[in-house]
Structures are given as C-alpha cells and as structure tokens.
Nanobody
Framework: QVQLMESGGGLVQAGGSLRLSCAPS????????MGWYRQAPGKQRELVAD???????NYADSVKGRFTISRDNAKNTVYLQMNSLKPEDTAVYYC??????????????WGQGTQVTVSS
C-alpha cells in the first residue's frame, strides 16, 4: 500500500531553516498536485503551500517570502524549504498529494505528519 513519507522536521531556533521532504513509499504511475498543511495545538489544520503538476505554486500569506515549495518529478518528491522560521511556525506539518496508483484513478493521500518546533 502506498504511503506518503515525510522527513526533515525537528527543533530549530527562531531565524533558522529547515527543509521538509515528502515522497510516496511505493510505486506510483503519476502524481499531480502536492502540498503541505500544518496544524498547531488547538488550531485548525491550514494550508501552507501547494504546487501543481505544472509547477504553479500557492502560499499562505503568513509564509510568503520565507517558505518555498518545490518538486522533483524524477524522484516523485515534494520539498518545503522553510527559512526565517518563527515560533508561530511551530506545528505538525502534513504532506498531501494526489497520486495515481491504479491507472485512471487519482486518489488523495496524506502523510503521518512531522513535527516542526521553533524556539524563541
């Protein structure tokens, strides 16, 4: 069964950087839109950034100019480069992607989440 595997979370001081990665664990035929969401304690899950199969990107206002989403189609991987991190960026970050595992069927998958903690 295909799963989305995230990596790169951790503890960093304010002003620091982290890069998150996400890739499917099994064989896929194609992946379309991919994105990153986050959920802080006591708050709703929110979109951080997403990227289409053509490479068009979209960012939450709170991360514009600091975060960059990118994808490597050859590696079926999406990245989130996070710079100038702030304590308010602390959250569990989730990867999501529309994957084609069976020909003709696109299914939305979610990763298990990776913790990002920014200390002040």
């Amino acid at each position: 069964q295909v799963q989305l595997m995230e990596s790169g979370g951790g503890l960093v001081q304010a002003g620091g950087s982290l890069r998150l990665s996400c890739a499917p664990s099994g064989t896929i035929l194609r992946f379309n839109a991919m994105g990153w969401y986050r959920q802080a304690p006591g708050k709703q899950r929110e979109l951080v950034a997403d990227i289409t199969s053509a490479g068009s990107t979209n960012y939450a206002d709170s991360v514009k100019g600091r975060f960059t989403i990118s994808r490597d189609n050859a590696k079926n991987t999406v990245y989130l480069q996070m710079n100038s991190l702030k304590p308010e960026d602390t959250a569990v970050y989730y990867c999501t992607a529309d994957l084609m595992v069976v020909a003709g069927h696109l299914v939305n998958y979610w990763g298990q989440g990776t913790q990002v903690t920014v200390s002040s």
